[in-house]
């Protein structure tokens, strides 16, 4: 009866599988050098609450036994992360491991962290393909994996993720259509996917009208977009569009009006293939409350008319007269303007 007692017992235990607190432990044999210390000393067996949560442990924070909360931001950690191991946490909503030097990559595990809100691993040496089960993580508001090396597509399944509102991938090798990402985006208010390997034309009239309806920051720069901008329909409808960010690609073209804008501020064309004349609905008063506006390094061509009226705030502008005719990378071709009324150089 005993040995049948001692059975049962190790068999809850198996099935409990490893604490919280065993899982950070696990974490830490990953981190090689902790220039501050601060993990390496706190991180200790020794020091936990009545409630089995680690009691005075750095970026720690924990409930009833639960970790909620990893923030080990900008300590310059090296070392191998624990994806896998992370999946242990069952009611942790925030894993911040930002600007450190963390190698490894995002497990399929991870997707099983249902309670995850906020995932920031940017500035690391994180790299490889994304899983598939990350858009299982449906109560997820921010994702961050800029400035690593991730790569590949992005997951087809990213629509899963409804609550999502901060989506930064910038600096990493991802590919395919970046249609086939945006078209996904539900209520996102800030996407960056700057300095990627993006291809495909920008044809948000075929995504998801409340993207369209709340976005206010949208970075596609540094990428291999091509075509027409906003070729589909014509220019949507943005409601809270504050930033536009499409240079440094290979878009062909008439400059959009812009003049539904209404609440944008920074506009980024340069480095492109665009052609034809500057709108002058671009530079209305009454249009937008542009405060930069960036055209360089296309073929833009003509005269602006003399009477053209820039507001006030507008700090920068520029603008190179027929590259067809000049050198495009010669910087006297280049004029800074922060005046009022906006003429030729």
């Known amino acids: 009866m005993q040995i049948i007692c001692l059975m049962i017992l190790l068999l809850l235990e198996l099935a409990k599988g490893d604490s919280d607190v065993d899982v950070l432990l696990e974490l830490k044999k990953g981190i090689q050098k902790d220039p501050s210390g601060k993990v390496f000393v706190s991180w200790n067996s020794s020091s936990l609450a009545s409630d089995g949560c680690p009691q005075n442990w750095y970026g720690i924070s924990c409930s009833e036994g639960s970790v909620?909360?990893?923030?080990?931001?900008?300590l310059g950690l090296v070392g191998e992360f624990d994806f896998p191991a992370i999946a242990g946490l069952k009611m942790l909503q925030?894993?911040?491991v930002s600007n450190n030097q963390l190698t490894g990559s995002i497990t399929e595990q991870v997707g099983s962290i249902g309670t995850l809100?906020?995932?920031d691993v940017s500035r690391n040496l994180f790299n490889g393909s994304l899983p598939?089960?990350?858009t299982n993580l449906t109560n997820l508001v921010l994702l961050n994996l800029s400035s690593n090396s991730f790569e590949d597509t992005v997951p087809s399944s990213f629509g899963n993720l409804e609550q999502l509102m901060y989506l930064d991938l910038q600096s990493n090798g991802f590919t395919g259509d970046v249609m086939d990402l945006l078209?996904?985006?539900?209520?996102?208010?800030?996407?960056?996917?700057s300095s990627n390997r993006f291809n495909g034309s920008l044809d948000l009239g075929l995504g998801n009208l409340s993207f369209v309806s709340a976005i206010q920051h949208l970075n596609i720069s540094h990428n291999s977009l091509a075509g027409e901008l906003f070729s589909h329909d014509g220019m949507?409808?943005?409601?809270?569009?504050?930033?536009?960010?499409?240079?440094?690609?290979?878009f062909v073209g008439n400059v959009p009006s812009f003049n539904f804008m209404v609440s944008l501020q920074i506009l980024r064309l340069g480095s492109n293939h665009l052609s034809g004349s500057l709108p002058e609905a671009l530079l209305q008063e009454s249009s937008?409350?542009?405060?930069e506006l960036d055209l360089s390094l296309n073929q833009l061509e003509g005269n602006l008319n003399s009477e053209t009226k820039v507001p006030a705030i507008i700090a920068y502008f520029y603008y190179n007269q027929n590259l067809?005719?000049?050198?495009?990378?010669?910087?006297?071709?280049?004029t800074k303007y922060s005046t009022k009324c906006l003429t030729w150089a």
């Open 117 to 119: 809100e906020v995932l």
């Open 288 to 291: 937008m409350v542009l405060s």
């Open 132 to 134: 598939s089960e990350l």
């Open 236 to 250: 949507p409808y943005f409601d809270s569009l504050e930033v536009f960010d499409a240079s440094n690609n290979q």
């Open 94 to 96: 925030n894993l911040s």
């Open 324 to 334: 067809q005719k000049r050198n495009a990378r010669d910087p006297k071709y280049f």
């Open 183 to 193: 078209s996904q985006l539900g209520s996102v208010v800030y996407v960056d996917l």
């Open 68 to 74: 909620t909360s990893i923030t080990l931001n900008d």
